[in-house]
């Protein structure tokens, strides 16, 4: 089975919804031309939803801008950004928290160059995926066997060069606030090579870190009503067989 989507982007490439959106749909579209039907492993909630029900019509990056209100962030104390972000749009500070400097950003940049509230851009027109019907499946295994394929998982990326792969960034020139080193695993293993942490420190707090963003994503998608749940993994025969009687159902 061709897998799509993986490693398109370089370390130094920004990901956005949008982005995917767009190579997705190309994907799609390609798909459509050779009649196979694509199947999304889907992680991340906010990208799904992108594809599925369209984006709202927001005003790209401007690196010069998000430059000043860094410095803004620096030269202030916390909360500071977030109270002029209060002035700006009330509704959307009642929903980024006073922490969240990277969406605050966001929030504060769309404002100022669309010159009204994102709330407001947010509510206006989206161009939903046309076409296609989905058909959403959810996987819901016991949380402690969960938890150790997690743990297996974790152990099985490090055998198989984990580290090497994070060393090689580094080596690359790559700045240490670059995107890939907030990911989960490859912010740990960097300071284990900077010598600020265990590498055995740095495995208990990928995987508790881990379990935290599987906690996170089952919490975003139960909040998806069309989504039929199945209490086990993707790999059992079982669940696979009811996954194919639900969507031969639904077809």
């Known amino acids: 089975m061709a897998h799509h989507l993986i490693d398109v982007l370089d370390p130094r490439e920004e990901s956005t919804a949008g982005g995917y959106r767009e190579r997705a749909i190309a994907v799609l579209e390609d798909l459509r031309a050779r009649k196979r039907l694509p199947i999304f492993t889907v992680g991340t909630g906010l990208y799904l939803r992108a594809l599925l029900e369209g984006l709202a019509d927001v005003p790209l990056r ?3 801008l998000r430059e000043r209100l860094w410095a803004s962030v620096a030269a202030h104390p916390p909360g500071h950004l977030h109270r002029i972000l209060k002035r700006m749009d009330p509704i959307s500070a009642k929903k980024i928290a ?8 966001r929030a504060v940049e769309v404002c100022l160059l669309a010159k009204k509230p994102l709330s407001e851009v947010h509510r206006a027109g989206r161009n939903p995926l046309r076409g296609w019907r989905p058909i959403k499946i959810g996987l819901s295994p016991e949380r402690e066997a969960l938890y150790q394929r997690i743990h297996a998982r974790t152990d099985a990326m490090l055998a198989s060069g984990w580290m090497e792969e994070v060393h090689g960034l580094c080596a690359s020139g790559l700045p240490a606030d670059a995107k890939p080193f907030d990911f989960i695993g490859y912010r740990e293993l960097r300071a284990v090579l ?3 942490m265990k590498l055995e420190e740095a495995q208990a707090a990928i995987q508790q870190a ?3 963003y599987a906690k996170r994503q089952l919490t975003w998608f139960r909040r998806d ?3 039929h749940w199945l209490s086990g993994f993707g790999q059992d025969a079982a669940i696979q067989e009811q996954a194919l009687g639900w969507a031969r159902i639904q077809l």
């Open 62 to 64: 401007s690196e010069e």
């Open 98 to 105: 006073p922490s969240d400097e990277q969406k605050l950003i």
């Open 194 to 196: 900077n010598g600020d």
């Open 210 to 212: 881990t379990r935290r």
């Open 225 to 227: 009503t069309q989504i």
